[in-house]
């Protein structure tokens, strides 16, 4: 079965540097987002993207934040000047096109990532 | 007000109960809706979208009542392997659905024990 995956599964890095999440949709998907969860809270949407551009993003998503899709199978976050408040679970899903409502979104197994 | 609320629980029940689960959302243009479950430390899973007229999936019941931006789901004969967090999830908006965000609840907490 198609899955989503993303690399690294852990981020550690310090304050102020930059990281990459890294995230391979399901091949035939034309739809990717980002979702971060920081432990023990909700799931918060980031941005969504088609077309080779954001399609909408939320509050969290400022200007240290970037999404690519470099090739045609990658799909990057790129957080730069990195915070304490960045470590979080990012979680990556792609769907397909499909005008139900309905529509499922699939998830990768997430980064943790760590900012110290 | 929360726009997806949650009761987080826990809720601990013994094999073979029924457990209900329930949840509000604050924007009446919400347009589909969804019970997601997530493991520990895991990514969430869809486990079933809510339909207007309600609808099951072998133990599992969703029922929506939009008059009241109300979600529910059933689980009956709950399982030791239904242990998980529930989460309520909220699409908002028609049209090109598919790039709708979706607007999540904190999660209802559950532990079915043997």
């Known amino acids: 079965e198609p899955e989503v995956t993303q690399t690294p599964s852990h981020q550690v890095t310090q304050m102020g540097q930059e990281v990459i999440l890294r995230c391979v949709p399901i091949?035939?998907?034309?739809?990717f987002y980002w979702y971060r969860q920081i432990l023990g809270q909700k799931v918060e949407f980031l941005v969504s993207?088609?077309?080779?551009?954001?399609?909408?993003k939320s509050e969290i998503f400022d200007d240290r934040f970037s999404v690519e899709r470099p090739d045609g199978s990658n799909f990057t976050l790129k957080i730069r000047s990195t915070k304490l408040e960045d470590s979080a679970m990012y979680f990556c899903a792609s769907s397909e096109w499909d005008l139900s409502k309905y529509n499922e979104q699939f998830f990768g197994p997430g980064t943790r990532l760590t900012v110290l | 007000r929360k726009e997806v609320e949650q009761d987080p629980g826990p809720f601990n029940v013994p094999e073979g109960a029924t457990v209900a689960f329930n949840c509000t959302y604050s924007n009446s243009a919400s347009q589909s809706f969804f019970w997601y479950r997530q493991d520990c430390r895991k990514e969430p899973k869809l486990l079933m979208s809510?339909?207007?007229?309600?609808n099951e999936d072998g133990r599992f019941t969703a029922q929506l009542n939009r008059a009241s931006q109300y979600i529910s789901l059933l689980i009956r004969d709950s399982k030791l392997s239904d242990s998980a967090t529930y989460l309520c999830?909220?699409?908002?908006?028609?049209?090109?659905?598919?790039?709708?965000?979706?607007?999540w609840g904190l999660g209802t907490s559950l532990a079915v024990n043997p």
């Open positions: 999830v909220v699409k908002e908006g028609l049209g090109a659905g598919n790039n709708r965000k979706l607007i």
């Open positions: 091949s035939n998907h034309l739809y």
């Open positions: 993207f088609y077309n080779n551009e954001i399609s909408e």
């Open positions: 809510v339909y207007s007229s309600g």
